[in-house]
């Protein structure tokens, strides 16, 4: 799966989908499903990359890239993740913030 | 500045700019700039909030949110800030990706 921190993009446009998180103090198998997650994501047409970061705090920013916004539309339905949803909502996620853009223009360091 | 891990961002559309980062070893001031740097931005016209975590291996991701484009440009030219990408460029960041994109959806648990 994700090799690197960095996601490595297409040029723009692409869509985001930015999901910044707050975890409860219940494990309940949280890590394996975050990482199975990750793997299934990656597998999904129209995958591009992840980014994601925990903090000591709980609170966490992941950011994964996709083609297309159907292609993220078709990951959000998929069962499995459909059914990692419902565990966020009720045991995982204090509080979740979920987006989805456009992303326009990229810029990097090293350059591209 | 930040007093919850999480922006409260009108509805959709705006914009956001993603900087994912892996820091050098250097300090250098870097504390005291990123909390200036939150600070000056939260000022800054068309800024709408700003979600930031970095983990115990140095990667960070920062997630900004504003008005507009321009609003954007505007921040990006701002002296004070233009210093600090300087810094970010020759001390602070091994590697970084920056990303501006339009938020066109949003959904938050608990709901908005």
């Known amino acids: 799966m994700r ?3 960095f996601a490595r993009t297409p040029e723009p446009p692409y869509y985001a989908v930015v999901f910044t998180s707050s975890r409860t103090s219940a ?8 990482a199975r997650m990750a793997e299934l994501a990656s ?3 129209g995958f591009l990359g992840m ?3 925990r903090d000591a705090k709980g609170i966490g920013i992941t950011v994964s890239y996709w083609a297309t916004l159907e292609a993220i539309t ?9 059914a990692a949803q419902q565990m966020g909502k009720r045991v995982w996620y204090e509080h979740y913030e979920l987006r989805i853009a456009r992303v326009e223009r990229a810029y990097a360091k090293p350059a591209g």
């Open 43 to 45: 597998r999904q047409p």
């Open 51 to 53: 980014e994601s970061v």
């Open 74 to 82: 078709d990951w959000k339905a998929n069962v499995e993740h459909v």
């Open 3 to 5: 090799t690197s921190a």
């Open 27 to 34: 494990d309940n198998g949280y890590d394996q499903m975050a």
